[in-house]
Nanobody
């Protein structure tokens, strides 16, 4: 069973930065895609960014140029560097791993950006 442990959330002022980390363990398969999603109060969970084990990335339009996703394949860890944060980035951020049959989710980490 894949377990995902996230860290790095917190409270920051608008314009500030945060770095999220997510370490995966217990996988019996090679993890091709890792990513970050977020869910704000009253809204649906949405894609933030994904990255393949080959380094190909995909970003939501709203975070392009501000957020950078990266990963350490050897340790099955994915990172999200968030710069120039805005109040609308406030949400619970979830790490995701795509398995051959299903996806796996972390417990979520709160990011709050004050204006």
């Amino acid at each position: 069973q894949v377990q995902l442990v996230e860290s790095g959330g917190g409270l920051v002022q608008a314009g500030g930065s945060l770095r999220l980390s997510c370490a995966a363990s217990g996988s019996s398969f090679s993890i091709k895609v890792m990513g970050w999603y977020r869910q704000a109060p009253g809204k649906q969970r949405e894609l933030v960014a994904t990255i393949t084990n080959g380094g190909s990335t995909n970003y939501a339009e709203s975070v392009k140029g501000r957020f950078t996703i990266s990963r350490d394949n050897a340790n099955d860890t994915v990172y999200l560097q968030m710069n120039s944060l805005k109040p609308e980035d406030t949400a619970v951020y979830y790490c995701n791993v795509r398995g051959p049959i299903r996806g796996y989710w972390g417990q979520g980490t709160q990011v709050t950006v004050s204006s």
